[in-house]
Protein backbone atom coordinates (compact mmCIF):
# COMPACT_ATOMS: atom_id res chain seq x y z
CA UNK A 1 0.00 0.00 0.00
CA UNK A 2 1.44 3.84 -0.98
CA UNK A 3 -0.18 6.57 0.68
CA UNK A 4 -0.17 9.87 -1.00
CA UNK A 5 -0.21 13.18 0.59
CA UNK A 6 -0.38 16.24 -1.10
CA UNK A 7 0.07 20.06 -0.26
CA UNK A 8 0.20 23.08 -2.30
CA UNK A 9 -2.35 24.78 -4.38
CA UNK A 10 -4.79 27.87 -3.58
CA UNK A 11 -5.55 31.06 -5.08
CA UNK A 12 -3.89 32.84 -7.96
CA UNK A 13 -3.86 35.34 -10.40
CA UNK A 14 -3.53 34.65 -14.30
CA UNK A 15 0.56 34.91 -15.34
CA UNK A 16 1.02 33.29 -11.44
CA UNK A 17 3.05 30.90 -10.25
CA UNK A 18 1.90 27.83 -7.39
CA UNK A 19 4.25 24.68 -6.61
CA UNK A 20 2.59 21.38 -5.36
CA UNK A 21 4.25 18.70 -3.55
CA UNK A 22 3.43 15.12 -3.05
CA UNK A 23 5.10 12.75 -0.45
CA UNK A 24 4.79 9.08 -0.82
CA UNK A 25 5.15 6.88 2.01
CA UNK A 26 4.72 2.53 2.29
CA UNK A 27 5.93 -0.59 1.96
CA UNK A 28 6.09 -0.04 -2.09
CA UNK A 29 7.25 3.25 -2.79
CA UNK A 30 10.68 2.45 -4.94
CA UNK A 31 10.30 1.67 -8.51
CA UNK A 32 7.17 3.99 -8.94
CA UNK A 33 6.11 6.76 -11.08
CA UNK A 34 4.46 9.91 -9.77
CA UNK A 35 2.60 12.54 -10.91
CA UNK A 36 -0.91 14.73 -11.32
CA UNK A 37 -4.04 14.50 -13.00
CA UNK A 38 -6.48 17.53 -13.04
CA UNK A 39 -9.96 17.47 -13.18
CA UNK A 40 -12.69 20.70 -13.47
CA UNK A 41 -15.77 20.77 -12.86
CA UNK A 42 -18.55 18.54 -15.25
CA UNK A 43 -14.78 17.58 -16.84
CA UNK A 44 -13.65 14.36 -17.21
CA UNK A 45 -10.01 13.84 -15.16
CA UNK A 46 -7.30 14.93 -17.61
CA UNK A 47 -3.00 13.97 -17.15
CA UNK A 48 -1.40 16.61 -16.33
CA UNK A 49 2.36 15.54 -15.69
CA UNK A 50 4.59 12.20 -14.70
CA UNK A 51 8.22 10.75 -13.59
CA UNK A 52 9.47 7.73 -13.85
CA UNK A 53 11.45 6.52 -11.31
CA UNK A 54 13.91 6.89 -14.02
CA UNK A 55 13.49 10.28 -14.17
CA UNK A 56 11.75 10.12 -17.38
CA UNK A 57 8.82 13.37 -17.63
CA UNK A 58 6.05 13.60 -19.43
CA UNK A 59 3.93 16.21 -20.35
CA UNK A 60 0.20 17.17 -21.44
CA UNK A 61 0.44 19.52 -24.03
CA UNK A 62 -1.20 21.81 -22.77
CA UNK A 63 0.98 22.79 -19.16
CA UNK A 64 4.31 21.97 -21.88
CA UNK A 65 7.22 24.59 -21.00
CA UNK A 66 4.80 25.94 -18.21
CA UNK A 67 4.78 22.89 -15.87
CA UNK A 68 7.98 21.85 -14.47
CA UNK A 69 7.61 17.87 -12.89
CA UNK A 70 10.29 16.85 -10.66
CA UNK A 71 11.62 14.72 -7.49
CA UNK A 72 13.54 14.54 -4.69
CA UNK A 73 17.01 12.55 -4.44
CA UNK A 74 15.17 9.48 -2.58
CA UNK A 75 12.24 9.68 -5.28
CA UNK A 76 9.55 9.47 -2.88
CA UNK A 77 8.35 13.24 -2.97
CA UNK A 78 7.51 15.04 -6.33
CA UNK A 79 7.10 18.48 -7.23
CA UNK A 80 5.02 20.35 -9.64
CA UNK A 81 6.14 23.76 -10.53
CA UNK A 82 3.32 25.98 -12.16
CA UNK A 83 4.36 28.81 -14.20
CA UNK A 84 2.14 31.13 -16.23
CA UNK A 85 -0.84 30.15 -14.80
CA UNK A 86 -4.28 30.42 -16.86
CA UNK A 87 -7.78 30.42 -16.19
CA UNK A 88 -8.33 27.27 -17.74
CA UNK A 89 -6.06 26.05 -15.27
CA UNK A 90 -8.58 25.53 -12.26
CA UNK A 91 -9.19 22.65 -11.28
CA UNK A 92 -8.98 20.20 -8.36
CA UNK A 93 -4.91 18.94 -8.74
CA UNK A 94 -4.51 15.13 -7.96
CA UNK A 95 -1.51 13.46 -6.69
CA UNK A 96 -1.27 9.75 -8.42
CA UNK A 97 0.98 6.56 -8.44
CA UNK A 98 1.57 3.88 -10.47
CA UNK A 99 4.13 0.83 -11.60
CA UNK A 100 4.83 2.82 -14.37
CA UNK A 101 4.68 6.01 -15.94
CA UNK A 102 1.29 7.23 -17.12
CA UNK A 103 -0.94 9.45 -18.96
CA UNK A 104 -3.89 7.70 -18.10
CA UNK A 105 -6.03 7.20 -14.58
CA UNK A 106 -6.30 3.82 -15.76
CA UNK A 107 -3.42 2.59 -14.54
CA UNK A 108 -3.34 4.82 -11.68
CA UNK A 109 -2.77 2.52 -8.50
CA UNK A 110 -2.83 5.19 -6.00
CA UNK A 111 -4.45 8.02 -5.72
CA UNK A 112 -3.76 11.48 -3.74
CA UNK A 113 -6.72 13.84 -1.41
CA UNK A 114 -6.84 16.29 -4.31
CA UNK A 115 -5.87 20.12 -3.74
CA UNK A 116 -7.78 22.91 -5.18
CA UNK A 117 -6.16 25.54 -7.62
CA UNK A 118 -7.93 28.95 -8.30
CA UNK A 119 -6.57 30.89 -11.29
CA UNK A 120 -8.37 34.49 -11.39
CA UNK A 121 -8.29 36.70 -14.11
Known amino acids: QVQLVESGGGLVQAGGSLRHSCAASGRSVNNIAMGWFRQAPVKDREFVAAISWKIITSYADSVKGRFTISTDSAKNTVFLQMNSLKPEDTAVYYC???????????????WGQGTQVTVST
Open 96 to 110: AAGPGIFRSPGIVDY
